[in-house]
């Protein structure tokens, strides 16, 4: 069923909150992902307030879906929607990346409820997810496997490994969301390792593509609910997104793929967030 108009106001609600809370936390921090996390709001928005069948005050409830967060520096979207959600205080956010927070620069499956998996090293997440899809299949299990991945990662020989493991398995209990941005740490993708062409490589490998604009949380939830439709193999939905996305003057710049604003760049980049809803700053006014 499509989603109103009432519905997905109040989803690019959440996810403009999302997106603030990012930009006061790393602010906060001094260190950390700004144009990931900013990129991927919309679509932590759609899974944590529509898509997942999960419980925020029982993290570990046996029926959950499970989101494997394999790109793990971009967490700051994953702990904001998290707080958003109901998992932990939004207030706990600005201890990111301090000493003795549950919130690490690189989660931490031990340190907080509501993770799957520790991640850090790119390309390790297909295969955390697709061992748990076969695992949780095996059990007869209904669950679904939810996998977020960046696009710079696909550089990486494991992840080709864990397609073809999951292609042979014909896994339809397992959705991969590729982050297509556009950029890594060092430069533009097609720059630095061309990718392309992405989706035909994935469809070889006997997975069933869907490519759709990150930032249309219809479009995208459809694209979801198409995945579960698909009962011969696993999904992979290529999400077209902008790195920085709310923020005007870095959006599409990949020297902020790895760098936090200032306090200063915090004012101004929460006033460009708020532009559209004509919200006050508050924090940094």
Request: aromatic residues 8%; hydrophobic residues 40%.
């Amino acid at each position: 069923m499509a989603l109103t108009d009432t519905e997905i106001a109040k989803l690019e609600k959440h996810a403009e909150g999302i997106r603030e809370t990012i930009i006061e936390m790393l602010v906060e921090a001094k260190s950390g992902h700004t144009a990931g996390p900013l990129g991927m709001a919309d679509i932590c928005t759609a899974f944590y307030f529509h898509i997942l069948n999960h419980h925020p005050e029982e993290p570990d409830w046996e029926d959950r879906d499970r989101l494997i967060l394999s790109n793990g520096h971009i967490c700051p979207v994953r702990y904001a929607a998290m707080a958003h959600a109901g998992y932990f205080p939004i207030k706990e956010c600005l201890t990111l990346r301090k000493f003795g927070s549950r919130l690490q620069g690189h989660p931490e499956r031990l340190r907080l409820p509501g993770l799957e998996t520790t991640s850090g090293p790119l390309g390790e997440g297909l295969s955390q997810a697709a061992g748990i899809a076969y695992a949780l299949r095996m059990d007869g299990k209904k669950q679904r496997v939810y996998c977020l991945v960046s696009d710079g990662e696909q550089e990486e020989g494991n992840v080709w490994e864990a397609a073809m493991f999951a292609g042979k398995h014909k896994l339809h209990n397992l959705t991969v969301v590729m982050d297509r941005n556009n950029i890594q740490i060092d430069g533009m993708t097609e720059d630095v390792m061309p990718l392309e062409p992405i989706a035909d490589k994935y469809r070889a490998f006997n997975w069933h593509v869907i490519e759709v604009d990150g930032h249309d949380m219809s479009a995208f939830i459809a694209a979801v609910d198409e995945a579960k439709a698909i009962f011969e193999k696993p999904t992979i939905i290529i999400a077209h997104t902008i790195p920085g996305k709310g923020v005007p003057e870095i959006e599409f710049d990949y020297r902020w793929h790895g760098k936090p604003p200032t306090a200063e760049e915090g004012k101004r980049f929460l006033k460009e967030i708020r532009t559209m809803s004509g919200k006050v700053p508050h924090e940094y006014a």
